[in-house]
C-alpha cells in the first residue's frame, strides 16, 4: 500500500503539488480563523444557584435556603458533587455535574430540582441561576471614572449601570458584566416617628403604600368603530422623588395623608459594603510619568465558554470607544486595567517564537548537513505542509489555538523534517550512485526505488513516536482535557509529515535532483564525514566492551530515575 502511495505521487506529480500548494494556501487562511485562547476548554459542567435573603444573618441563611437547596439537589441526575457557601443574605451553591454532559440540560435538572423546593423557602426569596461562564472567563477588568469630579459617583454608577453595562451585555461572547463602586442610586424614604404620631400610620402602612403604589394596572379595553380599540391602563410607576411625595399613605378623617406629609424624600446613595478604585498610568506630553488614582466604577466582564477571548475583547474595546462620545467630557473609561487577551497574546508570542526559532535551527543544521540548497528545500517543505494540515485537522474537530496545541507543534517542529531528511538523503545517494554506474536506470525509476527503501524505516519510527504520546489520551478531568491538545497536535503534525514524505518529497526530489549537475561530482559534506566517522568509532569501542558499556547505561538510568523522583511536582507552572 506504501508503495503504492509513492508510485501514485510520483505519475500524478503535477495534481501532488497542485494539491500541496492548495493545502498550504488554504490551510493557512483557515488557521488565521481559529478561535485564540490561554488554555484549552476547561470547562467541567458546572451550574451555581445564588439566592438573596436581605437582612438574614449567615446562620439564617445556611438554615433556611442552603440547607433545603443542598438537600434537593444531592442526587439529582449526573450530580458529582455540591458546594455551598452562605453569607449576610446571600446564598451560593455550585453543582457539578460530570465530564462531557450537556450544561444546558444540567442546568434544566437543577431548575427542576429547585422547583420541588421552593414551597420551604422563606416569602420573597427566589434562587437564581447564574449565567453560563468560562472557568478562565474573566476576560477583562474596567475602569471608569470622572476627572475632575463634575460626574458625581452617584451619577457614574448610573451610568455604568444603565448605559456601559447594557451596552457590553449585547456583545455576542460575554456571560456577565458586575459592576462594582460608585454610589447606587436610591429614592430614600426618611420617615418621621413624630409625623407618624401624630396622623396615626405605623411604620408597616407607610412600607405598604409605598410598595403597592409603584406598578401599573390594566383595565380592560374600549372598543371603537372598526378594527381598532383602545387600552386603557393606570400608569403608577414612580419616575421622580415628587410622584413618592404624592404617594397616599393613610385616609384620615376623609382626608388623604401623603408620603410627603409624614417622611422626607430624597435621591441618595444604597449604603456600601465596600468600593473600588482606578490606579491607571496617565500618558501625556505634559506628565509623561505621571500617575492617577482615586474612587472608580470598576465592570468585571465573564465570557461565555465558547467565545473567543480576543475577538470579544476587541468587539468590547471598539464598544467602549464608541460610548465614549455620549458620555460627559469629564467621565474616562480605562479599559487596560485587565485584559486577558494581553497575557494571551504574550503566550502566544513565546510559543510562535519558539516555533521561529526552532524552525531556523533546522534550516541551518539542516543545511550543514546536507550542504545543497535544493536538498533543504525540499527538507523543509514537511514543515509548512505538516503545519497547515494539523491546522485544517483543528478546524474540523472544533480544537482552539492555545498553548497547549502550539506547545504541541513546538515539541514536534524539530521531528517533522526527520521523514523527509532520510527520504532525501536515500534519493540523493542513489542518484549519484546511478549517475556513477555503467549503466545508469531513469531517474523516476532510481527515486521510486530509493523511497521505496526507506518506506519501512519511516513508517516504524513514525509509528514509535505516536505510541509514546497515545497514553496522553486516557487522561480524564481536567489532566485530559488539558494535556489531550498536546498530544492531538503532536501526533496530526507527525502523521502529517509521514504523509508528506511519502508524496511530496520524491516528487520534488525527482524535479529538483535527478537532472541536476552536481549529482555526478557531489561529495558528502565534511560535517556529515566527521559525524560518520566518530559514530564507526563509537559503534566499535561498544562492541569490543559491551559488558563496560551496559553497566555505565545501566548506572546512568539509575541515577536519572533517582534524580527525577526527587524533583517537585506540580499540575501547572507559574504564569507570573
Known amino acids: ?36 485562547d490561554v488554555f484549552p476548554n476547561l470547562n467541567r459542567p458546572r451550574v451555581t444557584v445564588m439566592t438573596e435573603a436581605q437582612g438574614m444573618a449567615p446562620e439564617e441563611v445556611e438554615t433556611l435556603i442552603t440547607i433545603p437547596l443542598e438537600t434537593a439537589l444531592n442526587g439529582a441526575t449526573g450530580v458529582q458533587a455540591v458546594r455551598t457557601a452562605s453569607g449576610v443574605g446571600l446564598s451560593v451553591v455550585w453543582v457539578e455535574f460530570d465530564w462531557g454532559t450537556d450544561v444546558y ?14 414551597d420551604r423557602l422563606p416569602e420573597e426569596v427566589t434562587p437564581q441561576l447564574a449565567p453560563i461562564s468560562s472557568v478562565m472567563g474573566q476576560i477583562m477588568i474596567i475602569g471608569m471614572w470622572s476627572d475632575d469630579g463634575e460626574t458625581s459617583a452617584l451619577e457614574l454608577r448610573t451610568l455604568a449601570d444603565w448605559v456601559v453595562r447594557k451596552r457590553l451585555l449585547t456583545i455576542p461572547g460575554v456571560s456577565q458584566v458586575f459592576v462594582m463602586g460608585g454610589d447606587r442610586k436610591q429614592f430614600q424614604v426618611l420617615v418621621d416617628p413624630s409625623k407618624l404620631l401624630k396622623f396615626g ?29 383602545l387600552l386603557v391602563r393606570s400608569l403608577g410607576r414612580i419616575q421622580t422623588t415628587q410622584d413618592l411625595k404624592n404617594v397616599v399613605v393613610k385616609i384620615r378623617d376623609n382626608r388623604s395623608v401623603i408620603l410627603g406629609q409624614v417622611a422626607r424624600v430624597i435621591e441618595g446613595a444604597q449604603v456600601k459594603r465596600g468600593n473600588s478604585a482606578a490606579f491607571v498610568r496617565v500618558e501625556n506630553e505634559s506628565a509623561p510619568d505621571s500617575f492617577a488614582g482615586g474612587p472608580a466604577v470598576v ?7 465558547a467565545a473567543d477571548t480576543r475577538l470579544v475583547t476587541e468587539q468590547i474595546t471598539k464598544a467602549l470607544e464608541e460610548l465614549g462620545a455620549s458620555l460627559p467630557d469629564d467621565v ?40 545543497n540548497f535544493r536538498t533543504t528545500f525540499i527538507t523543509l517543505t514537511a514543515i509548512p505542509l505538516s503545519i497547515v494540515i494539523t491546522g485544517l485537522v483543528f478546524k474540523w474537530f472544533d480544537v482552539s489555538i492555545n498553548t497547549m496545541t502550539l506547545g504541541g507543534l513546538a515539541v514536534a517542529i524539530g521531528e517533522l523534517v526527520d521523514d523527509a531528511i532520510v527520504g532525501v538523503e536515500n534519493v540523493f545517494r542513489r542518484l549519484r550512485e546511478n549517475a556513477h554506474s555503467d549503466h545508469p536506470q531513469p531517474a523516476l525509476a532510481v527515486v521510486y526505488r530509493a523511497s521505496a527503501e526507506v518506506r519501512n524505516p519511516i513508517v ?43 508524496t511530496v518529497t520524491p516528487v520534488l526530489s525527482y524535479w529538483l535532483l535527478a537532472n541536476a549537475r552536481f549529482i555526478s561530482h557531489e561529495k558528502e559534506g565534511i560535517v556529515l564525514r566527521g559525524l560518520k566517522k566518530m559514530a564507526g568509532w563509537a559503534i566499535g569501542t561498544s562492541l569490543r566492551i559491551p559488558l563496560p558499556m551496559l553497566i555505565t547505561a545501566t548506572i546512568a538510568v539509575a541515577i536519572a530515575t533517582f534524580a527525577i523522583l526527587q524533583k517537585e511536582n506540580d499540575f501547572l507552572p507559574p504564569f507570573n
Open 1 to 36: 500500500m506504501l508503495n503504492a502511495i509513492i508510485r501514485f505521487a510520483l505519475r500524478q506529480r503535477l495534481l501532488v503539488i497542485a494539491i500541496a500548494i492548495f493545502l498550504v494556501l488554504y490551510g493557512g487562511w483557515q488557521i488565521f480563523q481559529l478561535p485564540i
Open 460 to 502: 516504524f519510527g513514525t509509528l514509535i513516536v505516536v505510541l509514546v504520546f497515545l497514553p496522553v489520551f486516557a487522561l480524564s478531568g481536567m489532566e485530559g482535557l488539558l494535556f489531550t491538545p498536546v498530544g492531538v497536535a503532536y501526533i496530526v503534525s507527525i502523521l502529517s509529515s509521514l504523509l508528506v514524505s511519502l
Open 105 to 118: 440540560n444540567d442546568r434544566q435538572i437543577v431548575a427542576e430540582r429547585i422547583a420541588l423546593v421552593a
Open 201 to 229: 400610620i405605623t411604620l408597616k402602612e407607610v412600607k405598604e403604600a409605598v410598595g403597592q403604589s409603584n406598578r401599573n394596572a390594566t383595565g380592560g379595553y374600549v372598543d371603537e368603530q372598526g378594527p381598532n380599540e
Open 332 to 371: 474616562h473609561i480605562y479599559p487596560e486595567l485587565y485584559q486577558q487577551k494581553v497575557f494571551i497574546d504574550l503566550a502566544i508570542e513565546n510559543v510562535a517564537e519558539a516555533l521561529r526559532d526552532g524552525g531556523i535551527l533546522v534550516v541551518i543544521i539542516l543545511f550543514i548537513f546536507l550542504l
Open 299 to 305: 465592570l468585571t466582564i465573564n465570557k461565555q465558554p
